[in-house]
């Protein structure tokens, strides 16, 4: 499998602009996350979905973002209209498993797409 | 209010000695912890895992260890490498799948 893959790797745009970030899970998996890192909060995690449905959105930051998962191999996390304040790398993860102490809910991340917001 | 902790923003070990990095959380609900590694312009991997029901986790040469009484958790690695240089993040999680990340620790191993 070639892991999870994540397109633009970079983006540069300006304020205002909309803003698409695009990911594939790896095959199979049933759960997938938007995480963004900054350097004063770390990887925090925005949203979450299992089986195409949101689970978790209480990350996400305002009503400027936004995810869909229209199937299961293909998110996206929508920012518009796009703030300077926005930039960050975006990752987005996959995970398959039963369960926090099952040991198989490990979470396998893309590269992640680095947004500059001008 | 960050539940995951990671106070060390960096740490620099002489190549051969041990690396420790700390992690600190607040909920005690928490029952599952991981620790990935983060190489630049790349994505976090899976390094180490622990659950709450162990105080210790070994793989090769990266031990975790859990105090649940003092809500702290670290990662050894024994003995370090260059290789190893990387940004270190621990989460959390409470059950569920969603994890919670500290803000990481940049480990520097001196050759």
């Known amino acids: 499998d070639a892991g999870v893959i994540q397109s633009p790797r970079h983006e540069v745009t300006e304020m205002g602009q909309e803003v698409t970030l695009r990911c594939k899970p790896i095959?199979?998996?049933?759960?997938l996350f938007w995480y963004r890192q900054t350097m004063m909060r770390g990887l925090e995690l925005l949203i979450y979905?299992?089986?195409?449905?949101?689970?978790?959105d209480s990350g996400m930051p305002e009503d400027r973002f936004s995810a869909k998962m229209p199937n299961a191999s293909f998110s996206t996390l929508k920012i518009q209209p796009s703030e300077p304040r926005d930039s960050a790398v975006y990752f987005c993860?996959?995970?398959?498993?039963?369960?926090?102490?099952?040991?198989?809910?490990?979470?396998?991340f893309g590269a992640g797409s680095r947004l500059t917001v001008l | 209010d960050q539940q995951v902790k990671q106070n060390s923003p960096s740490l620099s070990v002489q190549e051969g000695r041990i690396s420790i990095l700390n992690c600190d959380y607040t909920?005690?609900?928490?029952?599952?912890f991981l620790w990935y590694k983060k190489y630049p312009a790349e994505g976090p991997t899976f390094l180490i895992s622990?659950?709450?029901?162990?105080d210790k986790n070994e793989d090769g040469r990266f031990t975790v260890f859990l105090n649940k009484s003092a809500k702290h958790l670290s990662l050894h690695i024994v003995p370090s490498q260059p290789g190893d240089s990387a940004v270190y993040f621990c989460?959390?999680?409470?059950?569920?799948?969603?994890?919670?990340f500290g803000t990481g620790t940049r480990l520097k191993v001196l050759a």
């Open positions: 993860a996959s995970s398959s498993g039963a369960g926090g102490m099952s040991g198989a809910n490990v979470l396998t």
């Open positions: 095959s199979g998996h049933d759960y």
């Open positions: 979905f299992n089986n195409n449905v949101p689970i978790d």
């Open positions: 909920n005690s609900m928490f029952d599952y």
């Open positions: 622990i659950s709450s029901i162990k």
């Open positions: 989460a959390a999680s409470s059950g569920t799948y969603k994890y919670i």
